[in-house]
């Protein structure tokens, strides 16, 4: 099988998702459960809890308009409400914990162990009403999905399922929209605490 080199853009969006587990940005995560194939768009499907993601989880996970506005909508929550990180917190060397050759699924179970280990950013997640399983899955689902669309790849790895590559391509614009919305919020956010 040939492996599809990720796009320059990738992992610094994937970088940013980290940061924002360490309270930087509180923008962690997106929610939304894994469905089910046959499952209706937007209906849940129970999810295991404990161990690690699986790739059927995130194979079968399907994004709709409505669960991409709604995690838009408690990103944007919690990146108002987020703490700054502390000073030194960041140095960039996670930035390479999920690379061009990961999976979505291990980049959402490192994304999930990032967000556990942070009690402020479980917190926020919980308070918008979201799951951070979930908020794993559909982040990284979102973000690989939106990666493929925008490189017009069909060469997908085993746990992106061409329908959300299908959704990412015909919704480019809207998410883009909803990206610039939040880095702009997290912009000023971070300026409103003088950088941090």
């Given at each position: 099988?040939t492996?599809?080199?990720t796009?320059l853009?990738?992992?610094?969006?994937?970088?940013?998702l980290?940061?924002c587990?360490?309270?930087?940005h509180a923008?962690?995560?997106d929610?939304?459960?894994a469905?089910?194939?046959a499952?209706?768009?937007g209906?849940?499907a129970?999810a295991?809890?404990?161990?690690?993601i699986t790739?059927?989880?995130?194979?079968?996970?399907?994004?709709?308009?409505?669960?991409?506005?709604?995690?838009h909508?408690?990103e944007?929550?919690?990146a108002?409400?987020?703490?700054?990180?502390?000073?030194?917190?960041?140095d960039g060397s996670?930035?390479?914990?999920?690379?061009?050759?990961?999976t979505?699924?291990?980049?959402a179970?490192?994304m999930?162990r990032?967000?556990?280990q942070d009690?402020a950013v479980m917190?926020?997640?919980?308070?918008?009403?979201?799951d951070?399983r979930?908020?794993?899955?559909?982040?990284m689902?979102a973000?690989?999905?939106?990666m493929f669309?925008a490189a017009?790849?069909s060469?997908?790895?085993?746990?992106?399922?061409?329908?959300?590559?299908?959704f990412?391509?015909?919704?480019m614009?809207e998410?883009?929209?909803?990206q610039?919305?939040?880095?702009?919020?997290?912009?000023?956010?971070?300026?409103a605490?003088?950088?941090?």
């Amino acid at each position: 099988m040939t492996r599809s080199r990720t796009p320059l853009h990738v992992p610094l969006v994937i970088a940013t998702l980290i940061a924002c587990s360490k309270g930087e940005h509180a923008a962690a995560g997106d929610s939304v459960a894994a469905q089910s194939p046959a499952a209706a768009p937007g209906a849940a499907a129970a999810a295991p809890q404990g161990g690690p993601i699986t790739q059927a989880e995130v194979r079968n996970y399907r994004l709709t308009l409505e669960n991409v506005r709604a995690m838009h909508r408690a990103e944007m929550e919690w990146a108002r409400t987020a703490k700054p990180a502390e000073s030194g917190d960041d140095d960039g060397s996670d930035a390479g914990d999920i690379e061009n050759d990961a999976t979505t699924t291990s980049g959402a179970n490192e994304m999930l162990r990032k967000m556990q280990q942070d009690p402020a950013v479980m917190d926020a997640i919980r308070k918008t009403g979201q799951d951070p399983r979930k908020v794993a899955i559909h982040t990284m689902v979102a973000a690989m999905s939106s990666m493929f669309a925008a490189a017009n790849s069909s060469d997908l790895p085993p746990d992106i399922a061409p329908e959300n590559v299908a959704f990412a391509k015909a919704n480019m614009a809207e998410l883009q929209r909803m990206q610039k919305e939040r880095e702009a919020l997290m912009d000023s956010v971070k300026a409103a605490r003088g950088g941090r």
